[in-house]
């Protein structure tokens, strides 16, 4: 890894390095699987075939069957995140360059995949936590409305069963499951005539897997903003029918003059720089019929 300058870009190790650690803190990137999208967008095509496969004799005639073909485009929006730190940066050897840089880069995968579920899930814009204009058509609280329960701590199980069964009654698959602290903790408080039916989720723990799905708990499902819905429970086919990717180039600026983020105090008189990264992520929820929320009031 070497310094970086004003309008280069992070290397190609240091940007699969990030994107591996949002994978670490954001539940969508963590039950889904993710590549690099072109930067103007790739379009992801779902092909509904009916009827089963035919074994055709000599002579016997090919049947028709019957397919149903839609797509979903999904275009990188750009993410973007800046800090100050001192200027001491621009004097410091390069072994503490580079240290400053790694830090700066951990902080940054994970404010950008808290960002990421904040937009994704709730449709909201991450840093004004409004409703974003792409809320109604590409969100989990837009795109979700048919299959939703209502969220009951005493019964979490069996809304996590409504929910599920919800998604098999219309042909999907189910392969990952996302909670919120207070489900999570639900579970662990369930118990059967004094026995805890639950024990994965006692004292706080996170358990990678339940009943067959990959899980994970996540803050990020319940926030406070815009009309964000708390959800308590998002499950469904994360691995199939939820896309998400990166363009592989992260921008990396150093600045050191002006007021870049607003926050009223000249760079250069106080002895500070800015550093300012942009991530272009974009995503697709391909069926909402694959998908279900457990939602609190």
Known sequence: MTSQKAGTLFNPELVTEIMTKVQGYSVLAKLSSQSAIPFNGTEQFIFNLEGNAQIVGEGEQKKAGESNLTSKVIKPMKFIYQARITDEFKYASEEKKIK??????????????????????????????????????????????????????????????????????????????????????????????????????????????????????????????????????????????????????????????GDPDGAGRDLKAYNEICLRSEAFIGWGILDEDAFARVEGV
């Not at 994704?120 to 409305?145: C, Q, W, Y």
């Not at 602290?181 to 004292?203: I, M, T």
């Open 100 to 257: 400053y840089l790694q830090a700066y880069a951990d902080g940054f995968a994970k404010k950008i995949a808290v960002a990421f579920d904040i937009a994704a899930i709730h449709g909201l814009e991450p840093k004004s936590m409004t409703d974003a204009s792409f809320r109604d058509t590409n969100s989990f609280d837009g795109v979700i409305t048919d299959n939703v329960v209502v969220f009951n701590a005493g019964t979490i199980d069996e809304n996590i069963d409504t929910a599920v069964q919800a998604i098999v009654a219309k042909g999907a698959d189910v392969t990952g499951l996302a909670l919120s602290p207070l489900a999570g903790q639900s579970l662990a408080k369930l118990k059967v005539n004094g026995v805890v039916q639950y024990p994965e989720f006692r004292f706080g723990q996170n358990p990678n897997s339940f009943y067959g799905m990959e899980s994970d708990i996540s803050k990020n499902l319940v926030v406070t903003g815009g009309t964000a819905k708390a959800d308590h429970v998002l499950v469904g086919d994360f691995r199939n029918m939820f896309k998400w990717g990166y363009a592989e180039n992260i921008p990396m600026e150093i600045i050191e003059f």
